[in-house]
Nanobody, 123 residues
Framework: QVQLVESGGGLVQAGGSLRLACVAS????????MAWYRQAPGKQREFVAR??????????DYADSVKGRFTISSGNDLSTLYLQGNSLRPDDTENYYC??????????????WGQGTLVTVFS
């Protein structure tokens, strides 16, 4: 089965930077989109950034709350995903989740989530 494993979370001082990674492994997959979401305790999970495959081109887009501070990137085969966060703020403190959708283990338009990695920004 396809799994997504995130890494790179941790403690960082406000104004600092952090780089998250997500690696897909196991099973057979061809993702159309890979994305980062985040969720704080008691709050809904929210979109952060995503990369979408359209033909041979990968497109990125961002939530307004992180635009200009975060950069999403991936390998050309869209099996690994990164999130570079700069100028981090205390309100960026959340669990960050990797998400992918596409052809997964023989099922079209399937979706898979990682377990999350915690980012804590202190002032």
């Amino acid at each position: 089965q396809v799994q997504l494993v995130e890494s790179g979370g941790g403690l960082v001082q406000a104004g600092g930077s952090l780089r998250l990674a997500c690696v897909a492994s196991g099973g057979i997959f061809r993702f159309n989109t890979m994305a980062w979401y985040r969720q704080a305790p008691g709050k809904q999970r929210e979109f952060v950034a995503r990369i979408t495959r359209r033909g041979a081109i990968l497109y990125a887009d961002y939530a307004d709350s992180v635009k200009g501070r975060f950069t999403i990137s991936s390998g050309n085969d869209l099996s690994t995903l990164y999130l570079q966060g700069n100028s981090l703020r205390p309100d960026d403190t959340e669990n960050y989740y990797c998400n992918a959708d596409g052809l997964i283990d023989g099922t079209r338009d399937a979706e898979v989530w990682g377990q999350g990695t915690l980012v804590t920004v202190f002032s």
